[in-house]
């Protein structure tokens, strides 16, 4: 009966029991307060000057040396057209003509009132001549003699009037022959012969495909830097090679909307890759630096028109904002803010804030 009657006892003292220590333990837990997160992840590398060709690329264009549009001078039926496409002709080389049946018409009209007009003169001029003897002994007034002269002056400007017309006559008729006006390559024809064509019709094209030129613009900031007769080099789509080029001119002033300069060059050399129209990645060679501090560009963290990176310091991310200049495909050079042994954190950006604890994980090489 004994062994019966104390099981229950035991069993309720173990519950009141641990009754009071969960108490105690709940109690323990809530003055604790909440856990402190652990010290960040992240990688980081060592700042090491290096040496750094600087570079800058940017986009450019292939023009000819010069290229011109074919246009008439004045409208007309084409009766001669001389396009050949894709041909190299003279400076000279008769490439159309208008008809001038019309302007030879009035040529020859013009001729015919000339002739009798001098035929006219040169009886006026006698009768002047007679006239002048005649007023010498007073054998006519000097309204008589004057009405004489009057008339070889009269017939002497209608001369000058009728000259000045066959004059622009033939300037017309010039303007119907169309010139190639310096030697070059011609493009596609745009007509037939037989067509009837004004000044605002293109003939053709023709172009200088002997010397090419490069266009292209250079940031603000680098515009002081771009000389005349600097090398620059070049690639087109389609090949590898690189190309060179001189720097001939540059605008006067910068643009305003783009803010970049712009700059022609003439290109080194006549290569069959090289096309007018084509498209060119530019490269230009600022100088070299020695000394140059370089990072990846993924651990820079833009804040407006700042840009900051994290150093790792006493196991802190300290942030630091820097001024930077060139780039390449994965890294930018530190003109500010950064030293020589600094370690740059470069992963974790997105959860890091100013003076935030991190745990080093890995020491990445530099670039």
């Known amino acids: 009966m004994k062994s019966y009657t104390s099981f229950p006892i035991i069993v309720v003292l173990g519950v009141l029991l641990s009754a009071c220590g969960g108490k105690k333990n709940t109690n323990q837990s809530s003055q604790s307060g909440p856990q402190k997160q652990p010290p960040l992840s992240v990688e980081a590398m060592v700042v090491t000057a290096r040496e750094l060709n600087s570079d800058i690329e940017m986009p450019g264009s292939l023009l000819a040396n010069e290229s011109t549009e074919i246009h008439p001078e004045i409208s007309g039926r084409l009766v001669v057209l001389n396009v050949k496409e894709g041909a190299v002709v003279g400076k000279g080389t008769l490439l159309a003509k208008i008809y001038d049946g019309d302007q030879q018409a009035r ?3 013009l001729d015919v009132q000339l002739k009798k007009s001098e035929v006219q003169l040169k009886i006026a001029q006698q009768s002047e ?12 007034s000097q309204q008589d003699y004057d009405l004489a002269l009057l008339q070889v ?32 390559k011609l493009g596609l024809k745009n007509i037939s012969p037989g067509s009837f064509v004004t000044p605002a019709t293109i003939i053709t094209t023709i172009s200088q495909v002997d010397q090419l030129k490069l266009q292209f613009n250079v940031p603000e900031k680098y515009a002081a830097l771009i000389k005349k007769g600097q090398a620059v080099d070049f690639k087109v789509d389609g090949s590898e090679k690189y190309f060179t080029a001189s720097v001939m001119a540059t605008e006067d002033a910068v643009e305003e909307n783009t803010r970049s300069l712009a700059v022609r060059a003439m290109v080194t050399g006549n290569d069959p890759d090289l096309v007018p129209g084509a498209f060119a990645r530019v490269k230009i060679v600022l100088g070299k630096n020695e000394n140059a501090l370089m990072i990846p560009t993924s651990s820079i963290v833009p804040q407006g028109r700042k840009k900051l990176i994290y150093l790792l310091r006493n ?45 080093l994980s890995k020491v990445v090489s530099s670039q």
């Open 315 to 359: 196991n802190k991310a300290v942030s630091t904002e820097i001024t930077t200049g060139v780039r390449d495909s994965v890294s930018i050079e530190v003109l500010t803010g950064l030293s020589k042994g600094d370690t740059v954190i470069t992963t974790g950006l997105l959860f890091l804030k100013p003076n935030s604890d991190v745990r």
């Open 129 to 140: 001549n007679r006239s002048a003897q005649l007023l010498k002994i007073q054998g006519i």
């Open 107 to 109: 040529l020859r009209s």
């Open 153 to 184: 002056n009269n017939i002497m400007a209608d001369m000058g009037i009728i000259k000045a017309q066959m004059d622009e006559v033939r300037a017309s008729m010039t303007k119907t022959n169309i010139h190639a006006p310096y030697s070059g």
